[in-house]
């Protein structure tokens, strides 16, 4: 499914013709009627947006409150969990 994140766009900074280019910050699963699903949270390195993806062609703007819930502002759960600089014995 990430291959179709690629065909995203920001519709705000296409309209105001720069570049699109967001960044996956979180991939989670949730449960649906369908079964299992995948939610990408994406962030324009343009402007700063954030969106929510769950499906392959739609976009959605996510509050601050779920923003922080699934990804963290700044981020540091993610880097702290995984510290590259230390060798794995």
């Not at 699963?29 to 769950?54: D, I, R, T, W």
């Not at 499906?55 to 995984?82: C, K, Q, Y």
Request: with cysteine; charged share 25%.
């Amino acid at each position: 499914m990430i291959d179709s994140l690629f065909t995203l766009c920001c519709e705000a900074c296409e309209d105001a013709g720069r570049p699109s280019r967001l960044w996956v910050r979180a991939e989670i699963e949730v449960a649906s009627s369908y079964g299992p699903a995948s939610q990408h949270y994406l962030e324009c390195m343009n402007c700063g947006l954030h969106f929510k993806s769950c499906m392959e062609d739609h976009m959605e703007a996510v509050d601050d409150e779920e923003w922080s819930r699934f990804v963290g502002e700044a981020g540091t759960e993610a880097s702290e969990a995984t510290d590259l600089s230390t060798p794995i014995r």
